[in-house]
């Protein structure tokens, strides 16, 4: 069974991250190739993938940005091996890229979605402007794989997992989902809806590319955005909500009439929420708040006026 390497990216400086992965191309037999799926980055970032190409690195190219799920269903649809596994343009390898890549294989017999694990360093940014993001990232999403397994569709991440092939070609990424977030989150509902295990390893990532503040604010509001979008199209909402904590969480506060006052909340107090969250002080309590309460916003205006409101 030979495994094909994924990585979509825009803008993004891949050049280390794909020399190191070379080193283990030829010295695992399994590992066949590896493909850049270039979604309409600049001029001079394209050449800095094109000069990445060899024998076993094939770069494609979108002419123009089409998404993060349409970027990664046109991969899929160029890559040769029987397993998929992709990764963000933004990680780096805790270790050398032989003993990751020899870390998948005991498991490809018996499983057909495994997730290796997504990884922060220990230690603070030195840029207090990227807090938030390291903040969130150890709190939310470093989980070691005891932790994913309790809840295995739910803890499902395009950051860093490998995909049968034949899986991946009945079950693609959404290409409707235009801007960020969610599009995993809406793969993962697909994958238990139609009775495919997800099996959970620690073989992670670490995540290097680290929003500012103020970036990692606006990506959250397009990935809450998404969601919403997400929960009016899904057909079962019990079962997508199961796969999402926010959203669980909302049903219960639905449930007893406490959707509209957090919406009030949010609107009124939002600025100053986001001047704190973009500080030296910051509080994952009240990042947590913010999202929920943006989230009733969002529910609130699509509900009385079946339109997504613009925040």
Known sequence: MN????????????????HIMKNAVGKVPEFYEIIIGDDGSSPEFHEKYLSLETTNVKVISSGKNIGRAAIRNKLALEAKGDFLL????DVMLPGTAEAYILKWLPYM??????????LYHESAPGDPDKLLRWKYGRWREQKNATERKKHPH????????????????KIRFDEELKQYGHEDTLLGYQLK?????????????????????????NK???????????YDKVT???????????????????????????????IRYRDRMEIR????????LLFGFYKMSMFCTYREIHIRKNILPVL
């Open 277 to 284: 969250l973009d500080s030296s002080n910051i509080s994952l």
């Open 109 to 118: 017999s018996s499983s057909r979605v495994i997730c290796g694990g997504t």
């Open 3 to 18: 495994i094909s390497l994924l990585i979509p990216v825009f803008d993004y400086d891949i050049i280390a991250l794909v």
């Open 154 to 169: 739910a803890g499902f991440s395009t950051f860093n997992v490998m995909i049968e092939r034949s899986v991946f070609s």
């Open 86 to 89: 992709f990764i963000d343009a």
């Open 220 to 230: 959250t509001k397009l990935g809450i955005e998404n969601l919403s979008m997400l």
């Open 236 to 266: 079962d909402k019990k079962s997508f909500s199961d796969t999402v904590t926010l959203l669980r969480i909302y049903n219960r506060l639905r449930f007893f009439g406490l959707t509209r006052i957090l919406a009030a909340i949010f």
């Open 193 to 217: 809806k139609a009775g495919i295990n997800i099996l959970h390893i620690d073989n992670g990532l670490l995540h290097e590319g680290l929003e500012s503040n103020r970036d990692f604010l």
